[in-house]
């Protein structure tokens, strides 16, 4: 089991930047796939952006430019650099975890909310 823990959301104006970061409980970053999900209220889940385990790094369309994922192996964590926030960006945002060969398998923190409004 992998327990995963998301902080650094919150409210912040349109243009604005937020950092968000999600902690394993254990050291599986450089193992498992990494990745962001958002869900906004009546949206189903979208990928936001994924980092593999080769360092690799795909992300949503209508974030590339603006949003980076990085890890930080020796912290068990993973980030999310958010900046020109949108009001289309509002969403509860997850971190999840999968291993590579075993994609059925995910972990899911259990969210944190971004609120981009003026």
């Known amino acids: 089991q992998v327990q995963l823990v998301e902080s650094g959301g919150g409210l912040v104006q349109p243009g604005g930047s937020l950092r968000l970061s999600c902690t394993a409980s254990?050291?599986?970053?450089?193992?498992?796939?990494m990745a962001w999900y958002r869900q906004a209220p009546g949206d189903q889940r979208e990928l936001v952006a994924r980092?593999?385990?080769?360092?690799?790094?795909n992300y949503a369309n209508s974030v590339k430019g603006r949003f980076t994922i990085s890890t930080d192996n020796a912290k068990n964590t993973v980030s999310l650099q958010m900046n020109s926030l949108k009001p289309e960006d509002t969403a509860v945002y997850y971190c999840?975890?999968?291993?590579?060969?075993?994609?059925?398998?995910?972990?899911w923190g259990q969210g944190t909310q971004v609120t981009v409004s003026s």
């Open positions: 999840n975890a999968r291993p590579p060969w075993a994609t059925q398998i995910a972990y």
């Open positions: 254990r050291s599986i970053l450089s193992l498992y796939d």
């Open positions: 980092i593999r385990s080769s360092s690799t790094t």
